[in-house]
């Protein structure tokens, strides 16, 4: 009764906000007529009465471009009110969730200077979630000059924490953090691992913080965080496994995988050997939600071999059907701090599935059968 009244007093207002916003979420009603488009003008028919309608009043392009930011913006407006109308510690959490996203705008920084990306380009593929005053300042930053990006904007940012805590890993001793060698471990890097590493340790420093929580907050965040956590390991085993398994790989994978989760430490070092995906499915049979996500999954040494158009699922697919059920049943209880995860990562999976669609659309060919099956492709939360 106590965690009651006080989760009230401090977040009944915003939690009361986010069961109405909880309403707006897309029915399967609304995917059907989604899918019964003809062009990508038409969609602004489906959105009618929607919580998307006033945000696409003025979308009249025939890309995905800007559909997309425009459905990333109204979900970074919703969690920024969220924010501002919530209690401290729920501000404290829900900018920990935001961490996530701005490390991915940093990544998504330092690939599209590597690639000489135009800065309208890599803004537009920024998510308004991970906005930083610092972005305008990162942006300025070119290649050759990779190490100022760690010396003199990113550590002023409140996720150079992360970043500081790679290279760490990566810089033998505190000596050697000379410009020339910062810049050496940046550029030898790709985005992705640097990506992959980072989120490792997001996950770890949110389950640390949700360890703090009281009751429900701390009981359902740490079961959500674990299974996130031994899926990564799960992922990052399974992708590795087209190519010949070694040592350094070992060590790679050891990498980026969190150190928490029910998998933890002793299948985790099991995974860590698998070299192939029968290794990777007997390592996982003692756990039945884990061994589900890769009974059926090809196996990634024969992916030429897999046909997207047969309809079949892919380990990502099985994985975010389990993590939608999960975040779903977060809404099942009351007065916690769980549900404002489950609804960005729900509103998340929103707009891959709205994006999916109407990708399909503008190809124009949503009579063709093989685009049929290809269409009914997406992933419903509260379907269990």
């Known amino acids: 009764m106590e965690e009651l009244v006080n989760f009230n007093i401090q977040d009944g207002y915003a939690e009361a906000l ?11 009603t609304n995917y059907i007529s989604l899918r019964s488009c003809n062009s990508v003008k038409d969609i602004k028919g489906v959105f009618a009465g929607t919580d998307y309608e006033d945000f696409l009043k003025e979308f009249q392009d025939e890309d995905t471009t800007t559909l ?18 919530s209690g401290p510690q729920l501000q404290k959490f829900i900018q920990i969730i935001r961490h996530r996203y701005m490390i991915d705008n940093i990544i998504t920084i330092i690939e599209g200077n590597k690639n000489g990306s135009r800065d309208d380009v890599i803004k537009s593929r920024m998510e308004p979630l991970g906005y930083l005053p610092e972005i305008e300042g990162l942006l300025k930053i070119k290649l050759q000059k990779l ?26 001793n505190a000596e050697h953090k000379q410009s020339s060698i910062v810049e050496d471990a ?4 790709k985005p992705e691992q640097i990506k992959n590493y980072l989120k490792k340790l997001w996950l770890e420093n949110f389950y640390l913080f949700c360890q703090e929580l009281q009751g429900t907050s701390r009981e359902l965040m740490m079961e959500l965080l ?3 956590a031994d899926c990564q390991a799960i992922q990052v085993v399974y992708n590795s496994l087209s190519i010949n398994y070694s040592e350094s790989q070992e060590e ?6 969190p150190f928490f989760g029910k998998l933890y430490p002793t299948i985790t070092n099991q995974l860590i050997k698998s070299s192939s995906i029968e290794m990777l499915r007997e390592a996982l049979s003692p756990y039945p939600e884990y061994f589900n996500l890769v009974k059926d999954a090809p196996d990634p040494k024969k992916l030429e071999e897999f046909d997207l158009q047969s309809g079949l699922k892919t380990i990502d697919d099985y994985m975010f059907e389990e ?6 049943l977060a809404f099942e209880q009351q007065f916690h701090f769980a549900c404002f995860y489950a609804y960005i990562r729900i509103k998340e999976q929103e707009i891959k599935n709205i994006i999916w ?5 503008s190809l124009e060919k949503s009579k063709d059968s093989t685009q049929s099956k290809l269409k009914k492709n997406y992933i419903l939360p509260f379907n269990y």
């Open 357 to 361: 669609l109407v990708e399909l659309i």
């Open 18 to 28: 986010l069961r109405g916003l909880r309403r707006g979420i897309l029915s399967e």
């Open 147 to 172: 190490d100022e990006i760690y010396e003199n904007v990113l550590m002023d940012t409140e996720v150079g924490c992360y970043f500081f805590s790679f290279l760490e890993k990566e810089l033998k």
């Open 68 to 85: 997309k930011k425009l459905l990333r913006e109204k979900l970074s407006f919703e969690v920024e009110y969220l924010q501002l109308v």
């Open 226 to 228: 674990e299974f996130e």
């Open 323 to 328: 993590m939608m059920k999960r975040y779903s």
């Open 186 to 189: 940046l550029k030898a890097f």
């Open 252 to 257: 790679e994978r050891k990498k980026v995988i």
